[in-house]
C-alpha cells in the first residue's frame, strides 16, 4: 500500500538550513507528482512546492527564493531543503502524494520542525 | 493566488446535529475543491474532493455541496469520532491555498 514517511532533525538553529526526506513505498515516484506542505501556528495548512513524476518543480513563491526540492529515484526518495530558517518556520512538515482524481490524496506522518536557538 | 475563507473558524455542536462549515473562494474554482479532517497529532484526510464526491472510506454522513462561489461541508448527524479541525482546499491553480481550518467541538 501507498506509504510515506518524512524524517527531519527535530530542532534548527535560526538561518541554518533545513533538511527533510520522505521516503516513500508502494509506487514509483516516476508515476505521481509529490507535494510538500508544512503547518505552522501562525499560518495554518501552507503548500510549499512540488516535484512533477518526470523530476520538474514548481514552487510556491513564498518560498521560492529559499525551497529547493529533489528526489532520488533509485532510493525512493523526496527530499526538502530551505534555507535561512527563521523562528516562524517551526511547524509540521509533510510530504504528500497526489491519488489518482486530486491532489494530497496520501500524507505522511508529518515531522516536526522546532527553529530555536 | 485564490484566497479560501473559511467559516466559522470554531464552532460546537451536540451528537446527532447537522453542521455545516464554509469556504468562499476569492475567484472561480470550478469545483476543484477538498475537504480535510485533521485530528489531534494526526495529518490531514481527505473527505471529500471536487467539491462534491466522498473520498474512498468517507461515512455517507458526509457530504459537500456548492453556492455560487460558496462550498459547504455537512454533517448530516454528529457523530463523536467527528471531532476533528476541518480544511479546505482549493487545487484549480498552484499555489494551491487552503482555508484558515475550522475545529469542530462536540458539546
Known amino acids: 500500500q501507498v506509504q510515506l514517511k518524512e524524517t527531519g532533525p527535530g530542532l534548527v538553529q535560526p538561518t541554518q538550513t533545513l533538511s527533510i526526506t520522505c521516503t516513500v513505498s508502494g509506487f514509483s515516484l516516476t508515476s505521481y507528482y509529490m507535494q510538500w506542505v508544512r503547518q505552522t501556528p501562525g499560518k495554518g495548512l501552507e503548500w510549499m512546492g512540488f516535484?512533477?513524476?518526470?523530476?520538474?518543480?514548481e514552487y510556491n513563491s513564498e518560498f521560492k527564493s529559499r525551497l529547493s526540492i529533489s528526489r532520488d529515484t533509485s532510493k525512493n526518495q523526496v527530499f526538502l531543503k530551505m534555507n535561512s530558517l527563521k523562528t516562524e518556520d517551526t511547524g509540521v512538515y509533510y510530504c504528500?502524494?497526489?491519488?489518482?482524481?486530486?491532489?494530497?490524496?496520501?500524507w505522511g506522518q508529518g515531522t516536526l520542525v522546532t527553529v530555536s536557538s | 493566488d485564490i484566497q479560501m475563507t473559511q467559516s466559522p473558524s470554531s464552532m460546537s455542536a451536540s451528537l446527532g446535529d447537522r453542521v455545516t462549515i464554509t469556504c468562499q473562494a476569492s475567484?472561480?474554482?470550478?469545483?476543484?475543491l477538498i475537504w480535510f479532517q485533521q485530528k489531534p497529532g494526526k495529518s490531514p484526510r481527505p473527505m471529500i474532493y471536487?467539491?462534491?464526491n466522498l473520498a474512498n472510506g468517507v461515512p455517507s454522513r458526509f457530504s459537500g455541496s456548492r453556492s455560487g462561489s460558496d462550498y459547504s461541508l455537512t454533517i448530516s448527524s454528529l457523530e463523536s469520532e467527528d471531532m476533528a479541525d476541518y480544511h479546505c482546499l482549493q487545487y484549480k491553480q498552484y499555489p494551491l491555498t487552503f482555508g484558515s481550518g475550522t475545529k469542530l467541538e462536540i458539546k
Open positions: 504528500a502524494r497526489d491519488s489518482n482524481n486530486f491532489p494530497l490524496g496520501y
Open positions: 475567484q472561480d474554482i470550478g469545483n476543484n
Open positions: 471536487y467539491a462534491t
Open positions: 516535484i512533477r513524476s518526470g523530476g520538474s518543480t
